[in-house]
């Protein structure tokens, strides 16, 4: 059974950074390409970042230069690591996984950029 649990979500206000944790079982973490996901209100799901298991990553023009997505094999997780957070940023963000053909996500973590 895949399982994806994501943490380090808060509130914080502009310009501020959060460090995003998503700790996996049931796949085999090494050999799969691990993304970010993002939603708000209203508004589709969309992909924040990814990194395929050579660290090859990409990301969202938006958060190109301010976040970075990392993992480490060994304890099977997958980072987000946030800086100069923008109001904008605020969704629940969420870690994906294709596996056997099919997507999953965790039930994510909130992100609140205020002042």
């Known amino acids: 059974q895949v399982r994806l649990v994501e943490s380090g979500g808060g509130l914080v206000q502009p310009g501020g950074s959060l460090r995003l944790s998503c700790t996996t079982a049931?796949?085999?973490?090494?050999?799969?390409?691990m993304n970010w996901f993002r939603q708000s209100p209203g508004k589709e799901r969309e992909l924040v970042a990814g990194i395929t298991s050579e660290h090859i990553t990409n990301y969202l023009d938006s958060v190109k230069g301010r976040f970075t997505i990392s993992r480490d094999n060994v304890r099977a997780t997958l980072y987000l690591q946030m800086n100069n957070l923008r109001p904008e940023d605020t969704a629940v963000y969420l870690c994906?996984?294709?596996?056997?053909?099919?997507?999953?996500w965790g039930r994510g973590t909130q992100v609140t950029v205020s002042s």
């Open positions: 049931g796949i085999n973490f090494r050999i799969h390409t």
């Open positions: 994906g996984v294709r596996w056997k053909g099919d997507m999953y």
